[in-house]
């Protein structure tokens, strides 16, 4: 039976990438808009083709999956689709990430994607009650001038981007290599993040936090191959913002069972449940929730410090994080 405290306790999502909630229904609409040709021709062999053995083989299809994107509207339409499911799964605020380089590399200019995700950002705020921010990605399979020129490009909407951060293929791409852009983006206020440690090793973690000095760990959970890291990252309260489902279908766990999350929350780690790309991985945020609780059989305290990670470990105001922590307590 489904866990009640999983769908009634209000929740932050802080890993989800725009481009990785299309869900094929909206992919073969858009496709058939634009004239964009896909190599499927239903939403069953869309759904037969999400069968993945790394992040690599998973990065082809989401990038060619997110060609059909194309003008303001799909942009809102793809945001919009997102927020009816935080409205779904009880998520109050969420931090959603972004490739630009994405869209301006098919020559779709910032203002088309911006002003859709605006307007969809703006009506879930008025109209749902769901604050959210964005995350800009720098896609670190490209070099870092390519990164600097997108956060150039970017420079007319930082009123809209609250932080930047680093995805895309991560073996033979380390945090440092994107130093520069990320002391610039510090430079102009933003916050930073960066994906590390969930294919790449141990020492990536440690350069996105040296090099790179980010706020956040997207994933982290190969963080256990160094135990100085782990205490560090406990003692710095160092936020890891975790994606089951997606570790589960990249193939970093074998199953759900050995998924280290609530071994590292049961450690005094604050870690946090996330989606990341859940059309592509079979589930949203309380799916995530609930795959664990199957395989893992969460307490009431375990779910509740997992949803008081995910204020604690956003960028909301202090006033705005203990407004959803005391409400999470009365649970
Ligand atoms: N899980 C992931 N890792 C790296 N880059 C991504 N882009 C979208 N999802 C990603
Ligand atoms: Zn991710």
């Not at 998520?91 to 490739?99: G, L, V, Y």
Request: hydrophobic share 40%; glycine share 4%; with cysteine.
């Amino acid at each position: 039976m489904k866990n009640s405290l999983i769908q009634n306790i209000p929740k932050a999502e802080l890993h989800l990438h725009i481009e990785g909630s299309l869900e094929p229904a909206l992919m073969m609409q858009l496709a058939k808009k634009h004239n964009v040709p896909l190599p499927y021709n239903s939403i069953e062999q869309i759904q037969a083709a999400y069968n993945f053995d790394n992040l690599q083989s998973f990065l082809d299809l989401y990038y060619l999956g997110a060609a059909v994107l194309q003008d303001e509207d799909d942009f809102y339409q793809l945001m919009i689709a997102y927020f009816k499911k935080c409205q779904e799964d009880n998520i109050k605020h969420c931090e959603i990430m972004f490739d630009p380089q994405t869209h301006t590399h098919r020559n779709i200019p910032f203002k088309v994607f911006m002003n859709g995700f605006k307007k969809a950002m703006n009506e879930a705020q008025e109209t749902m009650g769901i604050s959210s921010q964005l995350i800009m990605c720098f896609l670190r399979h490209l070099d870092e001038d390519d990164a600097i020129k997108t956060l150039e490009q970017a420079k007319p909407f930082l009123n809209m981007i609250s932080t930047v951060g680093l995805d895309s293929s991560e073996a033979g791409n380390p945090p440092e290599k994107f130093q520069t852009v990320f002391k610039q983006a510090k430079t102009l206020g933003l916050n930073c993040v960066a994906h590390a440690g969930e294919e790449g090793p141990a020492e990536y973690i440690w350069s996105a936090l040296n090099d790179l000095n980010v706020q956040r760990i997207d994933h982290g959970v190969r963080c256990v191959e160094d135990e100085i890291l782990v205490e560090h990252l406990i003692n710095t309260q160092m936020p890891l913002t975790v994606c089951p489902l997606s570790n589960i279908k990249l193939c970093v766990f074998d199953n759900m069972q050995q998924h280290n999350i609530i071994s590292l929350l049961n450690k005094g780690m604050c870690v946090t449940v996330n989606a990341d790309d859940p059309s592509y991985f079979g589930g949203y945020l309380n799916d995530n929730f609930y795959a664990l609780d199957e395989a893992l059989c969460l307490s009431d305290e375990q779910i509740k410090q997992l949803a008081i990670n995910s204020f604690n470990a956003s960028f909301l105001s202090d006033a705005d994080k203990s407004k959803w922590i005391r409400k999470i307590q009365q649970f």
